[in-house]
């Protein structure tokens, strides 16, 4: 069989078209047939080698949604025609600490979707079949495809360090990722700061769930947030004022770091032994916990604000996103 997706070839290249035979179907995995599929600004990294693990060519795309058309021998509790996700990554060894604990997302031999492998901006797209996620009732699919990445991304810090419902918390950057952090901390009973360096954000992000807006250019909006919040979540890839971000947190107060941001963080020790203070980070999540993600979404009516855009336009679309102008995930629309 072939599969019919859109490629980069090199770096800073549009994709264009292109075709692979994916061989056998494994034991262990699982084929499904691709109906929409997000886009992530890992996507466009991965597609200009900016992390440099990039191999070319490379079809992007790791936020697919889609119904499974083969299923392989070892396979267990799916069905051929059941509609399920694809997240950030698509296998894991199962036999490690981690994946015999659950955490499979910290698997030393996780694979990612995209890296050495072939994405979700195609036909159809192959994964182990404990990371095809079954889609329940109550989600729309049509919009599921950034729950599997930005989603799961920023509920895994709550459910993971037991944040509670009568917890401050801080989430910055209101984008692809930030907008649902704030919708989950609304809905796990959260006060919420929503951090954004833009004023124009701040009705929407009260709209998201934010009680409180500050804006990370505004000294004085930061100093009045000194000593307030017991997590705060980075959601975004650039620098910011570091020491004004730790100072915004309670004793016992978290900054958590789910934002690729490629320069150090720099802190001292004092920082953090005054007020007993952590600085963590979190690489999206486990099967069962965005199976467990995607039944909050449902009991709480979550989903991201997405724009569509058909496959063939899919350049068209990445730009969108590179320029800034997506509110806030850009889904593609594959099958026909």
């Given at each position: 069989m072939t599969i019919k997706g859109w490629a980069a070839t090199a770096a800073n290249r549009p994709?264009?078209?292109?075709?692979?035979?994916?061989?056998?179907?494994?034991?262990?995995?699982?084929e499904i047939t691709v109906e929409t599929c997000g886009i992530c600004h890992s996507d466009a990294s991965v597609m200009n080698n900016e992390?440099?693990?990039?191999?070319?060519?490379?079809?992007?795309?790791?936020?697919?949604?889609g119904r499974i058309s083969a299923l392989g021998s070892n396979a267990k509790g799916l069905e051929v025609g059941q509609r399920v996700g694809v997240g950030w990554a698509s296998a894991s060894c199962m036999h490690c600490q981690p994946c015999l604990g659950g955490e499979q997302n910290l698997c030393l031999e996780n694979v990612p979707t995209i890296i050495g492998r072939h994405g979700g901006f195609a036909d159809k797209i192959r994964v182990q079949w404990p990371w095809?996620?079954?889609?329940?009732?109550?989600?729309?699919a049509r919009e599921a495809g950034p729950l599997l990445c930005g989603g799961v991304t920023v509920f895994t810090p709550f459910y993971t360090y037991g944040i509670k419902p009568t917890d401050r918390v801080g989430v910055v950057g209101i984008g692809g990722l930030g907008h649902l952090a704030v919708k989950f901390a609304h809905a796990w009973g959260c006060e919420v700061t929503a951090f954004t360096s833009t004023d124009a954000k701040a009705d929407e992000a009260r709209a998201f769930?934010?009680?409180?807006v500050a804006n990370t250019r505004n000294d004085e909006d930061l100093k009045r947030m000194t000593g307030t919040l017991d997590l705060l979540l980075v959601t975004v890839n650039v620098p910011l004022n570091w020491s004004a971000m730790m100072a915004t947190l309670r004793p016992n107060g978290r900054m958590h770091v789910v934002g690729a941001v490629l320069e150090p963080i720099p802190t001292n020790a004092f920082a953090l032994i005054e007020g007993q203070k952590s600085i963590s980070g979190s690489p999206n999540g486990a099967p069962v916990t965005s199976q467990l993600m995607l039944e909050f979404c449902a009991r709480h009516d979550i989903a991201p604000q997405t724009e569509h855009f058909p496959i063939a336009n899919v350049n068209d679309a990445i730009q969108h996103l590179l320029d800034g102008k997506a509110r806030y995930r850009v889904v593609l629309d594959i099958a026909a």
């Open positions: 994709l264009e078209p292109y075709e692979y035979d994916p061989g056998p179907l494994r034991p262990d995995d699982v992390w440099g693990m990039t191999k070319y060519p490379v079809i992007p795309g790791h936020e697919a949604i095809a996620i079954p889609i329940p009732e109550g989600v729309a769930g934010a009680h409180h």
